[in-house]
């Protein structure tokens, strides 16, 4: 089950926000913050997706941040950001 | 929620699943618009995420007639034999479809498809496989979305549909609501394809997904569903203290000589059993459900329950991973994140296996229901009576009926005026569907999804006295999901989600005690043998004076080229089959 997603590493890209199949996190202002963890599904697609690791389940961080291998989700996490922050 | 957004289209096709996009993309060839509606997010919700791990073939130069009949062996002679024959030959034309739209499978060094055989039912006879890649990933489903947007069509993303809307018993379109921020939305079509799952049980781990929100909605206008009793909800995997997790399934197979079943006693109570012995060097026991739930059941029977399947063997851990490799992503994944042990898998073996359900909406082979306007495809249909057990791997079978419930439906849709609908039923339906948020004082979804929960424990070992008492307890629930009360728009979808559940699940009740005897994973302990000679017959389930009522119905054999030689069959006492 999803328990946080770190505060200082989170760029609230909201691409967890975005693909959440159970619809479990919400962007709440400048965060992204877990609305319903009890209807988590742990299909960890959150995780996947997060060009930061900033997602953690059951307390653990399953990798290691390797921008090498990830540059097109980096790439695409700053750009929502920077969409975002306009609004 | 008092906003109003209305959208016309051709069809409407409800779910963006394998079936939600297959039947979309043949609509569009067709030339009829198309609008696509997803609860969750399209690419990333759905059965075809999840476990799914090989689709069976049949190439042009493979032995159809030994593929035929093994399939309608496997499936105990209740397919439509029809459907069946055509879909047997289109197998191949929808894994070229697949490849095309950008779904990966493993392939070999030189970089054809690779093919794994799988043994049947028939001794000379090995089924071709061929397995995705990665397993359990929603890779593929989100490249095929990406085609399905390309070519136009209109995608609803995080919009739950809960009713249909009929004009003169005709479906013309569907009312929901935007599930984040309360929309309200009005879908206006001269035709509709659900293609919006199955229905698990209250689904995978906590969510409540897979509740049957698609059959529900077939059955509230009337529909007929076939084959609900083919099947049961996942119960052993939702109790916290039983059961195996929902993934663990998809990488441990009850068919491994490594895995023994054991009772109470600790004994292997399937070596009494001609066909259930593990005889080292022998490969096929059949499906699970053939040998060892009858035995288990038995014994549960005789006092020595509850019995237990146990994986546990050396190396497991390492034997598998170079089996699978690094190919089902998730599924390793999660059993990272969650900590599960390989030496640990020991688990109550519940009778009630199927985590993939037989029935749901009956439909014709050219995917159209019993309610003129409404198309059916994928898991929420029947496809065809129980097709998905063989042909399958569900997304075999989901692609096939949905291209065939998309091209019919959007054929029906050019022929048909613009539609006229009911302001009232809207206004009616809306009313209904914003109802639990109205409601201050009521039942929460959560608290009453444990309440089904154990109302399906009755379902679990089948007699005429559990069923019953299942049937009512489900009808008691229906009362009290009329009182649920919700907080906010996430919560209104799980109560809508749970009225699905309800009703799908009284379905499986009722067409379990319909059917008098055992067949497939339908385990009767009051009827424990397989009549040939007096149930070769369809259970249709469907809404008579408010009420489910199951009604027998002939399977067309006439016509049929395969029938059961054997009368009466005894699982326990088999090896041959026969004892008339």
Known sequence: MIEKVDEILCINCGLCENICPTDVLRRDGKKIHIAYPDDCCSCMECLSICPMDAVILNGKIPRKFDSRLRWEQIKEGLSRQRENSKI | M?????VATDVLVIGSGIAGCFAALKAREIGADVVMVEQGKSGFSGMSTGGTHRVRVVLPDDDFEEAMKGTVMECEYMVDQDFLQEALVETFDRLRDLLNLGAEFRRDESGNIKWYWADTMLPDFKQRNAMWEPVGSYKHILKINKQVVRRGVKVFDRVMLVDLLTVNGEVKGAVGFDTRKGDF??????????AAGGFS?????NSPSLTGDGIAMGIRVGAELRGMEFGKAETG??????GAPPWVSVLLNPQDPEVTFTNALGEDFLDQYELGKRVPGRKYYGPPYRIHLMAALKEIKEGRGPCYVDYRAPDKAARLRQFWGSFFDRTLRQIKVTGTTFDKMKYELAISRGYNLGGGIRITPQGQSSVPGLYSAGQSSDMCCVAQYCIVS??????ITARRAGGNAAQYALSQP?????KEQVKSLKRQIYAPLNR??????????????KTWVNVDIRNEDRLTTAHLGFDELRQEADNL??????????CHKMSAYIECSDAVAVAALARRETRLEHIREDYPLTDNKNWLKWVIVKQVGGKLTGLLEDIPFGRWKYRPESRIIDRLQLAGGNCD
């Open chain 2, 237 to 242: 995997g939702m109790l916290p203290d039983r």
């Open chain 2, 394 to 399: 569900g997304m075999m079978a989901s692609a």
């Open chain 2, 185 to 194: 939305y009005l879908f206006k079509a001269r035709a509709v394809v659900v």
């Open chain 2, 418 to 422: 613009e539609p006229r609908i009911d």
């Open chain 2, 485 to 494: 009360a919700a907080t906010d728009y996430h919560e209104l979808v799980k």
């Open chain 2, 201 to 205: 049980g209250g689904g995978v781990g």
């Open chain 2, 2 to 6: 008092d906003s109003l957004t209305t």
């Open chain 2, 440 to 453: 201050k004082h009521g039942t929460a979804a959560d608290e009453l999804r444990m309440k089904i929960i």
